[in-house]
Structures are given as C-alpha cells and as structure tokens.
C-alpha cells in the first residue's frame, strides 16, 4: 500500500512540475509575443535558468540583464578594436562607437531602475533610447567597413526583446 501512495505522489509532482514548466514556456511564447525577432527573444529567455519560475516583470527583468551584460561584451570589443586601430577615420568612429555603448548601458540601468518601480513607459523610453546605440556606431563608418555589424545586431535584438517583454509587463 506504501508503494502505491508513493508512486501516486510521485506521478502527481511530476504532472505539477510539468505543468509549471508548460506555464512558463507559454509565458515566454506570450511575452515575446510582440518582439521583431521571436526566435530569439525566446531562445535568449529560455537560456537563462531564472526565467523557469519568473512572472512578466521577471522575465522583462531578466531581458535587460542580458541587454545590460551584451551592451558590456559590445563595449569591450570596440575599445579593444580601438587599441589596434591606426586609421584615422576608423578610429573615430570607433571612439564615437565607445560613447554611443557608455550612454546605451547608462540606459539600460536606469531601465532596471524604472521596471523595479513598475514605470514602464520610462522603461520603454530608456531602452528605445539604448537600442540606436547600435545603429549609430553604424553609421561613422563607410559602408560595408564596420568591423562590429554582427555585434550591433545582437544588441539591438537583445534591446528588442526587452521592449517586447516590457510591453507585455505592462500590460500593452
């Protein structure tokens, strides 16, 4: 008789659990709902341990993290691309580059700071403000010549995926 309470506990944990995890893969599927690039505004989510038991503002939480440490990998990439740099015009460029990647992560912190408070158009507003960092390190340099295309890309979808979760959050 032991055995078989055992076994029912076990088999109804398990249905619990797997309903959990059902829960938050379709909260992941529905927060990315609006995101331009779905697949990876869901891979990028599902990839973080934390977001298995996250609510909305969690996962929006957890989205400006990853912008916030991708911003950082962009930055340190431009500044060690900055050290080998001889030419005049790509250097520039590259420097302005440095600036647009300091503001955009300032952004992303008071972002943070404005979905802990739940004001979400304040959110919206910094990390729209942090997504052109991307697109105007782009455009300093000549056409085809930018060495941080890739780089840019991926952060401007990491800002897009913290816009659509956001959103979410809030409810829009």
């Not at 893969?25 to 697949?39: E, M």
């Not at 996962?59 to 911003?71: D, E, H, R, V």
């Amino acid at each position: 008789m032991k055995s078989i309470t055992s076994f029912c506990f076990v088999i109804v944990s398990a249905l619990f659990l797997f309903q959990i995890n059902t829960a938050t893969a379709d909260l992941i599927t529905t927060a990315c709902g609006t995101a331009l690039d779905k697949k990876f505004c869901e891979s990028s989510l599902r990839s973080q341990p934390e977001s298995k038991k996250a609510d909305l503002n969690g996962l929006a939480s957890i989205a400006l993290k990853l912008a916030s440490t991708n911003g950082n990998k962009v930055q340190n990439q431009v500044s060690q691309l900055l050290k080998k740099e001889s030419d005049k015009n790509r250097k520039a460029a590259l420097g302005d580059c440095v600036e647009n990647y300091q503001s955009a992560l300032e952004q992303i912190k008071n972002s943070a700071t404005a979905l802990a408070s739940k004001r979400y158009s304040d959110v919206n507003t910094w990390v729209s403000a942090a997504m052109s960092a991307g697109a105007s390190c782009e455009e300093g340099f000549k056409s085809g010549q930018s060495p941080l295309t890739k780089s840019n890309s991926e952060f401007g979808s990491y800002c897009g995926t913290a816009l659509a979760v956001t959103n979410k959050a809030s409810g829009s």
